[in-house]
């Protein structure tokens, strides 16, 4: 039989059987074997359970691990058996069970956010289940939630940056499942829902890095130099959100549950794609689009990009099908190999981990506005309704401060030789 991760004594374990771990599967990690427990592996199909996969802790025993793959699989079954829209929909008091509600609830708000956004609240609801989800809502204190939010806020690793983007977005989520559960008349989230009114907890503030041009050649001139169709397509994406300024959702599009009859989209299996950024929509190498975030409409003449032109004429006619940004066995390319890749040719190219390729679109603000651009110029680059948004993209402030006092001087030197 095969041989399970070491148990906490060090002494090795036979993997238990199926029956008292429902789910569980073992994955080979560079630290050695991790348990899981997998929904699929007890059902196949989950009726949009949302929690597919979930990591077991290392060193348990055989009989831990029975307990933790017993409990995830109770509540999958309670969810399929549950009525539409139903589906464990209990309160117990718990800021888990009103976590749960929250993204159970039929008429739950997290069912009307975009795939996207709904993935990023259930990130930090894991957050808030797996460190105070046992602890009762009527019980909390404001205390309390200031030392939460400092444990959320501890770095990763010693000596690594505080994670305060994590800790305001779990204080946020927190807020937010509680205002739900004050909706649906629980008076104990009510009362905490007041009380929190009057804390304030530190935000993370606006990013400071950019990708520059110097930046942005060096990376597609790294993934060029693989000789690759992984090289390509990563230098034509990179090219497309510096030079286009565009969100990287607008150049990779998206892949979520397949629905019938979707116009352009690119269906597999269950899943279906969606995205503009695809070589039936450039005729005469003209790019329309609604961006992903606000919709707003965009219009771009490629051949006017000297970064990005030569690299899709570079493409043979013959590849000119599909999404433009292509990832494994010719498909649409998926978000996780996006951004593991990009890392991947980012460093080989000597860029620091700090610059993501979000930055792109700061660096291309800032690109614009060191050429003498006009603000309203650069927001309708970005598409910003409000240029005050598109200040936090330009991060050359230091220069403008300068401008400011020369100019100030030559006054004072006009008036008073």
């Given at each position: 039989?095969?041989?399970?991760?070491?148990?906490?004594?060090?002494?090795?374990?036979?993997?238990?059987?199926?029956?008292?771990?429902?789910?569980?599967?073992?994955?080979?990690?560079?630290?050695g074997r991790q348990p899981y427990w997998v929904a699929r592996q007890v059902v196949r199909d989950l009726k949009g359970f949302?929690?597919?996969?979930?990591?077991?802790?290392?060193?348990?025993?055989?009989?831990?691990?029975?307990?933790?793959?017993?409990?995830?699989?109770?509540?999958?079954?309670?969810?399929?058996?549950?009525?539409?829209?139903?589906?464990?929909?209990?309160?117990?008091?718990?800021?888990?069970?009103?976590?749960?509600?929250?993204?159970?609830?039929?008429?739950?708000?997290?069912?009307?956010?975009?795939?996207?956004?709904?993935?990023?609240?259930?990130?930090?609801?894991?957050?808030?289940?797996?460190?105070?989800?046992?602890?009762?809502?009527?019980?909390v204190t404001i205390i309390d939630v200031k030392r939460w939010f400092r444990l959320w806020r501890v770095p990763k690793f010693?000596?690594?940056?505080?994670?305060?983007?994590?800790?305001?977005?779990?204080?946020?989520m927190l807020r937010t499942i509680l205002r739900f559960g004050f909706a649906l008349g629980y008076p104990d989230c009510a009362?905490?829902?007041?009380?929190?009114?009057?804390?304030?907890?530190?935000?993370?503030?606006?990013?400071?890095?950019?990708?520059?041009?110097?930046?942005?050649?060096?990376?597609?001139?790294?993934?060029?130099?693989?000789?690759?169709?992984?090289?390509?397509?990563?230098?034509?994406?990179?090219?497309?959100?510096?030079?286009?300024?565009?969100?990287?959702?607008?150049?990779?599009?998206?892949?979520?549950?397949?629905?019938?009859?979707?116009?352009?989209?690119?269906?597999?299996?269950?899943?279906?794609?969606?995205?503009?950024?695809?070589?039936?929509?450039?005729?005469?190498?003209?790019?329309?689009?609604?961006?992903?975030?606000?919709?707003?409409?965009?219009?771009?003449?490629?051949?006017?990009?000297?970064?990005?032109?030569?690299?899709?004429?570079?493409?043979?006619?013959?590849?000119?099908?599909?999404?433009?940004?292509?990832?494994?066995?010719?498909?649409?390319?998926?978000?996780?190999?996006?951004?593991?890749?990009?890392?991947?040719?980012?460093?080989?190219?000597?860029?620091?981990?700090?610059?993501?390729?979000?930055?792109?679109?700061?660096?291309?603000?800032?690109?614009?506005?060191?050429?003498?651009?006009?603000?309203?110029?650069?927001?309708?680059?970005?598409?910003?309704?409000?240029?005050?948004?598109?200040?936090?993209?330009?991060?050359?402030?230091?220069?403008?401060?300068?401008?400011?006092?020369?100019?100030?001087?030559?006054?004072?030197?006009?008036?008073?030789?």
């Amino acid at each position: 039989m095969a041989k399970s991760h070491p148990a906490k004594t060090g002494q090795k374990a036979s993997m238990p059987p199926r029956s008292n771990c429902p789910g569980l599967k073992w994955r080979r990690t560079a630290s050695g074997r991790q348990p899981y427990w997998v929904a699929r592996q007890v059902v196949r199909d989950l009726k949009g359970f949302p929690d597919r996969t979930i990591r077991l802790p290392a060193d348990a025993g055989e009989e831990i691990l029975g307990e933790f793959c017993r409990d995830h699989t109770a509540r999958l079954l309670a969810w399929i058996a549950a009525p539409d829209g139903q589906a464990g929909v209990t309160y117990d008091g718990t800021i888990r069970s009103l976590s749960r509600l929250y993204q159970q609830h039929a008429d739950s708000p997290f069912h009307d956010v975009k795939r996207n956004t709904r993935k990023t609240y259930a990130d930090s609801l894991k957050v808030i289940e797996s460190t105070v989800g046992n602890r009762l809502v009527r019980v909390v204190t404001i205390i309390d939630v200031k030392r939460w939010f400092r444990l959320w806020r501890v770095p990763k690793f010693e000596g690594g940056e505080p994670r305060a983007s994590r800790a305001h977005d779990a204080v946020s989520m927190l807020r937010t499942i509680l205002r739900f559960g004050f909706a649906l008349g629980y008076p104990d989230c009510a009362a905490l829902v007041e009380r929190l009114k009057m804390v304030r907890f530190e935000n993370a503030g606006a990013r400071e890095q950019e990708m520059t041009a110097a930046q942005a050649m060096a990376f597609i001139r790294t993934a060029l130099s693989r000789d690759d169709d992984r090289g390509r397509n990563m230098a034509i994406g990179v090219a497309a959100q510096f030079e286009l300024a565009l969100r990287q959702k607008d150049i990779i599009g998206e892949w979520g549950p397949a629905r019938p009859n979707v116009a352009g989209a690119i269906y597999v299996g269950v899943e279906m794609w969606t995205g503009r950024f695809s070589w039936h929509n450039i005729p005469g190498w003209r790019l329309r689009l609604k961006t992903s975030k606000n919709r707003a409409r965009a219009e771009f003449c490629l051949d006017d990009y000297p970064m990005l032109f030569p690299l899709l004429e570079a493409v043979p006619h013959v590849e000119r099908s599909g999404p433009i940004v292509k990832g494994e066995h010719g498909l649409p390319i998926r978000e996780r190999s996006y951004r593991k890749w990009f890392r991947e040719i980012a460093r080989a190219a000597g860029i620091p981990d700090e610059v993501w390729s979000m930055d792109s679109r700061a660096g291309a603000a800032t690109e614009a506005d060191a050429a003498g651009a006009d603000l309203k110029s650069i927001s309708d680059l970005l598409t910003h309704a409000e240029p005050r948004t598109t200040l936090r993209y330009i991060r050359n402030t230091g220069k403008r401060v300068r401008e400011v006092a020369k100019a100030r001087a030559r006054t004072r030197e006009a008036e008073d030789p």
